[in-house]
């Protein structure tokens, strides 16, 4: 057999015969037509979405978010406001409709009947045209949300006068004080389970208010210890009446060196 004679050649399916990268077609010579998405128009949503998250980042870091002052479940006069981008709900449900024994529909009918025609809008009005008026229902719910949304903002807004309640609001910062922890009226302090209220420190928490800075004298802690006071009960310090007394003693102690 001579060389070059008899040769065969055989294919393998597996392998494909031209084998080419996507390459996403060239829409220069189609005008009035859009790019591809992938990864032309979408390149660009990241890009732009990476700048408003590295500005928006940076906005936090410069302006902290405003912090009011420690909850107090026993301030019955605080009235709760939530951020700006909530007051229009905040609004919605101050009306009769919305508010008392039709809480339901405040709070889940109507914002879930709104938020969800914005969500259905894409679905309901399906059209190829992209100009907002050969979009009506879409842009007819777009708009309706919109307006609803600054009216109720506006009209929650303009009842609330900002500064007065942000002086009220802004938080009591309270210097720290040392705690003798080796008195004998602490070991009393923390055997009664006062501390369990009070805190370690006496600064007080969600159910008991602060024993720093209280302008009282050792018998009137007694007094208290034994006979409550507000909604402190009666019978809470079950100790001896010397126990008492470096309780007492240790409290007026530890406002002295504040």
Known sequence: MKKGKGMQFVGDSRITANKQKFIPKDYSEYPGKTEAFWPNFLLKEWLVGAVFLVGFLSLTMAHPAPLEKMADPTDAAYIPLP????????????????????????????????????????????GTKRR???????????LLGLVSVIWLTWEAAEHVDWEVRAEQNKPVLEEAVEIDKEDPGYEVYSSQACINCHGDNLQGGAAAPSLIGIDRSAE?????????????????????DEELQQLAEFIVSANKEE
């Not at 889940?108 to 259905?120: E, K, R, S, Y």
């Not at 007694?222 to 001896?240: H, L, R, V, W, Y």
């Open 132 to 142: 907002p008026f050969h979009r009506p229902i879409a842009t007819s719910l777009m």
């Open 220 to 240: 009137e802690i007694m007094d208290i210890a034994k006979n409550g006071t507000g909604s402190m009960p009666a019978g809470q310090f079950e100790g001896s």
């Open 83 to 126: 951020d700006w981008y909530f007051l229009f709900l905040y609004q919605l449900l101050k009306y009769q409709f919305a508010s008392g024994p039709y809480f339901i529909m405040g709070a889940v009918v109507i914002p879930g009947l709104a938020f969800g025609g914005l969500f259905l809008a894409p679905f309901l009005d399906n």
